[in-house]
């Protein structure tokens, strides 16, 4: 089974910057993809950015130029550097990981983490 821990979330201006990590722990055989999501009150989940293994990164349009991705495969940890931050990125951040789980054969997960606040005040 895989674990998600997430931290960095908090309270900032508009305009201030923040840095979210995920760290995936558990029986990692490999991971493929890692990626951060975000849901508003009242609004759907909907995806920030995504890193393959191969660190090719993807990002939603409302924060190109101002959210990076990155990871540290060593670590299987995902980080989400976010900076002119502002009052609509405001939300439950989630750390979202699939791979494959180390077993006699290796097999797929999918894991999601508990989430983490993210208040930018005007």
């Known amino acids: 089974q895989v674990q998600l821990v997430e931290s960095g979330g908090g309270l900032v201006q508009a305009g201030g910057s923040l840095r979210l990590s995920c760290a995936a722990t558990?029986?990692?055989?490999?991971?493929?993809?890692m990626g951060w999501y975000r849901q508003a009150p009242g609004k759907q989940r909907e995806l920030v950015a995504l890193?393959?293994?191969?660190?090719?990164?993807n990002y939603a349009d409302s924060v190109k130029g101002r959210f990076t991705i990155s990871a540290d495969n060593a670590k299987n940890t995902v980080y989400l550097k976010m900076n002119s931050l502002k009052p609509e990125d405001t939300a439950v951040y989630y750390c979202?990981?699939?791979?494959?789980?180390?077993?006699?054969?290796?097999?797929?997960?999918?894991?999601w983490g508990q989430g983490t606040q993210v208040t930018v005040s005007s």
């Open positions: 558990g029986s990692i055989y490999s991971i493929n993809r």
């Open positions: 890193i393959t293994s191969g660190g090719s990164a």
């Open positions: 979202n990981v699939d791979g494959l789980v180390a077993d006699f054969v290796p097999r797929p997960f999918g894991s």
